[in-house]
Nanobody, 118 residues
Framework: QVQLVESGGGLVQAGGSLRLSCAASGTIASINTKGWYRQAPGKQRDLVATITSSGNIDYADSVKGRFTISTNNAKNTVWLQMNSLKPEDTAVYYC????????????WGQGTQVTVSS
C-alpha cells in the first residue's frame, strides 16, 4: 500500500509560479512511475507530467517548457514546479504513482487546487 499527501496549491496571478509537492509513504520501493494529473471543472483528468524510476520524464504538450517534474534520491517525494502559469492551468492537481505488481496498480493523492487568475 502507498499513501500520498499533496501540498502547495493555491491562487496565483497569470505569469506566476507554484510548486506542488507529493510525499509518498508505505511500500514506496514498489513504485515504478510517479506523476501529476489535473482535472478542470467539467473535464476529464489529464496527464501533466510523469517520471519513471529510471528517470525518464514525459510532459503534456501544453506544459512543456513551463513545468518541471522532479523527485528526490529517496524516491519518496515528487515535485511539480509550475512557472509562467496561465488561467487555463486552473484545475485540481492530483499526484499519482504506478505500482506494476498490483492490484491496485494506481494510487492517487487527495488533490490540490491550483487557481490562476488573469
Amino acid at each position: 500500500q502507498v499513501q500520498l499527501v499533496e501540498s502547495g496549491g493555491g491562487l496565483v496571478q497569470a505569469g506566476g509560479s507554484l510548486r506542488l509537492s507529493c510525499a509518498a509513504s508505505g511500500t514506496i520501493a514498489s513504485i515504478n512511475t510517479k506523476g501529476w494529473y489535473r482535472q478542470a471543472p467539467g473535464k476529464q483528468r489529464d496527464l501533466v507530467a510523469t517520471i519513471t524510476s529510471s528517470g525518464n520524464i514525459d510532459y503534456a504538450d501544453s506544459v512543456k517548457g513551463r513545468f518541471t517534474i522532479s523527485t528526490n534520491n529517496a524516491k519518496n517525494t515528487v515535485w511539480l514546479q509550475m512557472n509562467s502559469l496561465k488561467p487555463e492551468d486552473t484545475a485540481v492537481y492530483y499526484c499519482n504513482v504506478y505500482v506494476p505488481h498490483g492490484p491496485p496498480w494506481n494510487y492517487w493523492g487527495q488533490g490540490t487546487q491550483v487557481t490562476v487568475s488573469s
